[in-house]
């Protein structure tokens, strides 16, 4: 999505935690899933096997850690007011913190990127996935690097730039992808 790369990057503190990961990966579902709120039990067993999880307990508990990793940052408070339209006077729970997240970009009509961070469980490492609005065009640059910030930054790149698909491609198979991140 459009604006969670950036919300995320901006929230966090160690933003290459895998816990970041999957937040992102179930905060997508959430906006899904709105204006109904959605359960964190679906949630962490949707990704199971994601970053070699295959408890929903280990799952909640990464994410948990990346909402405390977040609210060790003082400075960026007045951007947790933004997304839950109130002072925190508390750290969120994960629970709290996909739903807000996902209600601020689904009424902010983020529209899905173009590009989207994922990874190959296998090798660890983080690659990208296109899909256009044509269901059956879409292409996967798999296990480019283990470096989360990189990827994002990347995925970034491309999005914000709307480089398209075939541009892309030429990019990748010229091996200068790394170079935008």
Same mark, same amino acid.
């Given at each position: 999505? +459009?604006?969670?790369? =950036?919300? #995320?990057? *901006?929230?966090?503190?160690?933003? @290459? ?7 992102? $990966? ?55 007011? +933004?997304?839950?339209? =109130?002072? #925190?006077? *508390?750290?969120?729970?994960?629970? @709290? ?7 601020? $970009? ?76």
């Amino acid at each position: 999505m +459009k604006n969670l790369s =950036r919300i #995320l990057s *901006e929230l966090s503190n160690h933003g @290459s935690w895998e816990g970041y990961g999957l937040l992102h $990966l179930a905060i997508k579902e959430a906006v899904k899933a709105q204006p109904m709120p959605v359960s964190m039990d679906h949630l962490c067993k949707q990704l199971v096997g994601i970053s070699g999880k295959q408890n929903p307990e280990t799952i909640y508990r990464s994410m948990a850690r990346a909402v405390d990793d977040i609210w060790s940052r003082p400075d960026i408070r007045p951007l947790l007011k +933004k997304y839950y339209y =109130r002072d #925190l006077v *508390e750290k969120p729970t994960p629970d @709290s913190f996909i739903c807000a997240l996902a209600r601020y $970009l689904w009424e902010q009509g983020d529209e899905p990127d173009l590009y989207e961070i994922t990874l190959d469980a296998c090798s660890g490492k983080f690659g990208i996935i296109s899909h256009t609005k044509d269901p059956a065009v879409w292409a996967a640059f798999p296990a480019i690097t283990k470096d989360r910030a990189q990827i994002e930054r990347i995925v970034c790149h491309l999005c914000e730039n709307q480089v398209p698909l075939e541009t892309a491609k030429d990019i990748y198979l010229s091996g200068k992808l790394l170079e935008l991140g």
